[in-house]
């Protein structure tokens, strides 16, 4: 097959697809094929959460009263554990594609959808703070998610 290895189960490695997606599916797929796998996807759920979890663990606070500490302090924390925190990203996208397959969400469809509606309703954002006369660089965060649930319960409504 082109882009891919043949290896055999018995030695414990996979053949590879050449996205990311479609490996760790992949992978996921043969791992479970030798009765590795959750028997639901309520476990697989509750492993994702604990890769969010230590994700969590390794970012930096949210709130440092002090800007110029809070820079350092995220500086630091970004040295220190950059590499850990790839690390837990990827644990943590590793298991919402188990997720995704043992609820039997294609993955890569799935998100291809969600940044199509992302893009949908950051559109419609940006849109509704043109006619508002704002500029997204110049307001918080909570005004802009203000916008953001607008859009988002106006398309609920629609649907």
Known sequence: MPNQQRNSRDEGSFSKPADPLGRALHVQREAASLNFDWPHARGALRKLLEEIEELEALLAPDVTPDPATRRAAEEAAEEAASEAVEEEVGDLLFAAVNVARLCDVP???????????????????LSRAK???????RVSLEELDLLWESVKREERDRA
């Open 131 to 137: 006619q508002q006369g704002i500029d997204p660089r």
């Open 107 to 125: 993955p890569g469809p799935a998100l291809s959808s969600a940044t199509e509606k992302f893009e949908r309703r950051f559109g419609e954002l």
